[in-house]
């Protein structure tokens, strides 16, 4: 990833930000509450393995200040 590490925080907003709308904007129905909840696990697995990236990137830059 480019850029400092306020550019690295305000990818891990956006991500967060995309995938609500996209959830917000699916039909409500019985099917798709199942697939939602199957998304949401999948998307918090993959979220951890990211955010865990990104904080060691995050770190990376800090001490690359010190």
């Known amino acids: 990833m480019e850029g400092g590490c306020g550019d690295i925080w305000m990818k891990i907003f956006r991500e967060i930000l995309d995938y609500s709308v996209l959830v917000d904007e699916l039909p409500k129905t019985p099917d798709s509450a199942v697939l939602m909840s ?29």
């Open 38 to 66: 199957i998304a949401n696990d999948i998307f918090k697995m993959i979220w951890s393995y990211r955010v865990q990236c990104m904080l060691n990137i995050h770190n990376h830059c800090l001490l690359a200040v010190k």
